[in-house]
């Protein structure tokens, strides 16, 4: 009866990938819930990389149970929503490639392909009327979101981009770190648009860079030895100050869109942890079911102190903060998380 049943999903899922890569790279919510999630297999020989959508996040992520998947030509490293039925993923082939959701949701097909990046595209981030991309030759690339097309590319770092971020409210202003130690924030409008943030945080090489929705002045920075700091965009100024909440590099930062309190982190110490954001980031939550780097990780947008990550570990794990951790002086305080695949922790 299970081989039958299972049959029967499979016959209604005819233009997914039979099996999902095992590394985990990036993931998304959706306004209403619905989930995309990255793939990449990093051993072999070849580096292919599939995409997935969700209806029911809950799932993920057995193939059987998604929404709409589809093959890509090779790895990639970060995917984002572009609107309700688009797709943008970050590809190892230098490509930023476009997919749309077809068929009641349940096809992917692809709308376009460009080549605009030399190497490895590792970030893309969607802003109000544009997106940006950053990539390992050194280069951010501006698009046009209804077009998909590059309206401007700068060049203000010397190595290869890890993290673009744009602000959540101003099409004008984006973030970017570098393998060259500099964080910049960029504002288009201006002559000479990037300016400065901060040189080597905490003596390390900045690792992620996120804006605080609640503040249209406020960002977080993570680095590759751990630390994160937050920083007050009016004030360039002020020294930035920093924490250790991770001891290896953080590869992810994400504030909860419904409390100004959680800053949310992930990292390759296999850790995900919610920092109090108000309080010299005192630890609020702390997770280890994750056995690999973790590389992917949102907030539900209708679900507050629900949390999801997944890593290289191939597991996708839904996390919920307490509810009084929302309290300025919630320190400490432990959670549940729910392993979809091993049952409960």
């Given at each position: 009866m299970g081989s039958e049943n299972q049959e029967s999903i499979w016959r209604g899922l005819p233009n997914s990938p039979a099996c999902m890569e095992r590394h985990l790279e990036g993931l998304q919510y959706r306004a209403d819930g619905a989930m995309v999630l990255g793939a990449a297999a990093l051993t072999g020989r070849y580096w292919m990389g599939s995409i997935w959508v969700y209806k029911e996040a809950s799932r993920a992520p057995e193939e059987a149970h998604c929404t709409a998947g589809v093959q890509t030509e090779a790895g990639l490293s970060d995917v984002a929503w572009l609107g309700e039925k688009s797709v943008v993923v970050a590809s190892d082939t230098g490509a930023l490639e476009l997919w749309k959701l077809a068929e009641n949701d349940s096809y992917l097909t692809n709308c376009a392909s460009h080549y605009e990046h030399d190497d490895l595209v590792c970030s893309v981030s969607v802003g109000v009327d544009t997106l940006v991309s950053g990539s390992l030759d050194g280069s951010i690339k501006v698009w046009d979101k209804n077009e998909f097309k590059v309206i401007s590319t700068y060049r203000g770092h010397v190595a290869g981009v890890g993290c673009v971020s744009c602000a959540p409210k101003d099409q004008h202003l984006f973030l970017s770190c570098a393998q060259d130690g500099r964080v910049l924030l960029w504002?288009?409008?201006?002559?000479?648009?990037?300016?400065?943030?901060?040189?080597?945080?905490?003596?390390?090489?900045?690792?992620?860079?996120?804006?605080?929705?609640?503040?249209?002045?406020?960002?977080?920075?993570?680095?590759?030895?751990?630390?994160?700091?937050?920083?007050?965009?009016?004030?360039?100024?002020?020294?930035?100050?920093?924490?250790?909440?991770h001891n290896r590099p953080v590869t992810r930062l994400k504030f909860s869109p419904h409390s100004a309190v959680w800053l949310a982190s992930a990292g390759e110490d296999c850790r995900v942890i919610v920092s109090n954001a108000v309080d010299k980031l005192s630890l609020i939550y702390e997770s280890k079911c994750h056995l690999d780097h973790v590389r992917g990780l949102d907030w539900h947008p209708s679900k507050p102190g629900s949390l999801t990550s997944a890593g290289w570990d191939h597991q996708v794990v839904h996390h919920i903060v307490p509810e009084a951790a929302t309290s300025d002086r919630a320190v400490g305080i432990s959670g549940d998380a729910t392993l979809m695949e091993t049952g409960t922790v």
């Open positions: 504002d288009t409008r201006k002559a000479k648009p990037a300016s400065v943030i901060d040189v080597k945080p905490a003596g390390a090489l900045p690792s992620y860079v996120t804006w605080n929705p609640f503040s249209s002045r406020a960002i977080a920075v993570a680095t590759e030895t751990g630390h994160i700091g937050l920083r007050d965009l009016s004030s360039l100024v002020i020294p930035l100050a920093h924490t250790v909440v």
